[in-house]
């Protein structure tokens, strides 16, 4: 069974700091990975994508991926009130695509 | 505007009375996908299509069909449901799968009694 394993949270941070989500998962042939952003009662919204080891960034995101360690990471930096929202990670492999259950974020004014 | 819809947004039924989940998409899309999200559980994958009648089973597909007559359809069929398959159900889709990013429908909220 493939798993993506997160932190159910919640991780609440003040206005203005830096989030850091982090996602595990278990299958070492996986080749694409997701962050997806999913307002209470709304559906998931694409917020990064990664293929390769390394970093990768998108305005105050920042995307993570170490494949030797099966991890991937979220950076959000100068954290809004708006980015409170539960984040979804997600791994494709050989076309099907496994979710964590989310860890939900609090930035409090 | 470019969008997946799905109907209906919410129904509930009883045990056993067959159901049909309608699910298009605007956007010329090869790949489509339906997920049932539960709480604590997060997206389940149930059915997939690479494109006009090949579809695959993704991780949950027991008590689900699925049909790609046509590129932009793909509805999610629940031939005898049962009150497990009480869950949010999202569509989804995207240009190939693996490296595209997936647009998800505004999901459906099913109560099975």
């Known amino acids: 069974q493939k798993e993506v394993e997160q932190n159910s949270g919640p991780l609440s941070v003040p206005e203005g700091a830096i989030a850091s989500l982090n996602c595990t998962y278990s299958?070492?042939?996986?080749?694409?990975f997701f962050w997806y952003r999913q307002y209470s009662g709304k559906s998931p919204e694409l917020i990064m994508s990664?293929?390769?080891?390394g970093d990768k960034e998108d305005g105050r995101f920042t995307a993570q991926l170490n494949k030797a360690s099966q991890y991937v990471s979220l950076l959000i930096r100068d954290s809004q009130p708006s980015d409170s929202a539960t984040y979804l990670c997600?791994?494709?492999?050989?076309?099907?695509?496994?979710f964590g259950s989310g860890t939900k974020l609090n930035v409090k004014p | 505007e470019a969008q997946v819809t799905q109907n209906p947004r919410y129904l509930i039924t009883v045990t056993g009375k067959k159901l049909t989940v309608t699910c298009s998409q605007n956007m010329n899309h090869e790949y489509m996908s339906w997920y049932r999200q539960d709480p604590g559980l997060g997206l389940r994958q149930i059915y997939y299509s690479m494109n006009v009648e090949v579809t695959d089973k993704g991780d949950v597909p027991e008590g689900y069909k699925v049909s790609r007559k046509e590129k932009r359809n793909f509805p999610l069929i629940l031939e005898s449901p049962s009150p497990n398959q009480t869950s949010l159900y999202f569509c989804?889709?995207?240009?190939?799968?693996?490296?595209?990013?997936?647009?998800f429908g505004p999901g459906t909220r099913l109560t099975v009694t």
């Open positions: 989804a889709s995207s240009f190939v799968a693996g490296g595209n990013e997936q647009y």
């Open positions: 990664i293929y390769s080891n």
């Open positions: 299958d070492r042939g996986s080749q694409s």
């Open positions: 997600a791994v494709n492999d050989f076309n099907k695509f496994y």
